[in-house]
Nanobody, 122 residues
Framework: QVHLVESGGGLVHPGGSLRLSCAAS????????VSWFRQAPGKEREFVAM????????YYSSSVKGRFAISRDNAKNTIDLQMNELQPEDTAIYFC???????????????WGQGTQVTVSS
């Protein structure tokens, strides 16, 4: 059974940083593309960042590019999302998701975590 478990969310002031982590089990982790999505209250879930099998391919949404960094450790079966210069509009539930190929469409992902709340507020 596949499990993705996010951690690291919390409350941070504008301009601050957080590091999210996603721990995977029950799948051949290194064979999967992993992405982070987020969903703010009253909004659709949106793509944030994606990383390929070997970490050579990464892709970010325009809203986070230059502020967020995605990384993976295939030995530990983990994906991290370093979030810097956080702004109130980054407030959302953040989810990690996995699939076998590249996509920024959430409906094409096979496995999801339960999400972790990130709140950016003064």
């Amino acid at each position: 059974q596949v499990h993705l478990v996010e951690s690291g969310g919390g409350l941070v002031h504008p301009g601050g940083s957080l590091r999210l982590s996603c721990a995977a089990s029950g799948l051949s982790f290194s064979a999967y593309v992993v992405s982070w999505f987020r969903q703010a209250p009253g909004k659709e879930r949106e793509f944030v960042a994606m990383i390929g099998w070997s970490s050579k391919s990464v892709y970010y949404s325009s809203s986070v590019k230059g502020r967020f960094a995605i990384s993976r450790d295939n030995a530990k079966n983990t994906i991290d999302l370093q979030m810097n210069e956080l702004q109130p509009e980054d407030t959302a539930i953040y989810f990690c998701a996995a699939r076998s190929g590249y996509s920024i469409r959430d409906d094409e992902y096979d496995f999801w975590g339960q999400g972790t709340q990130v709140t950016v507020s003064s």
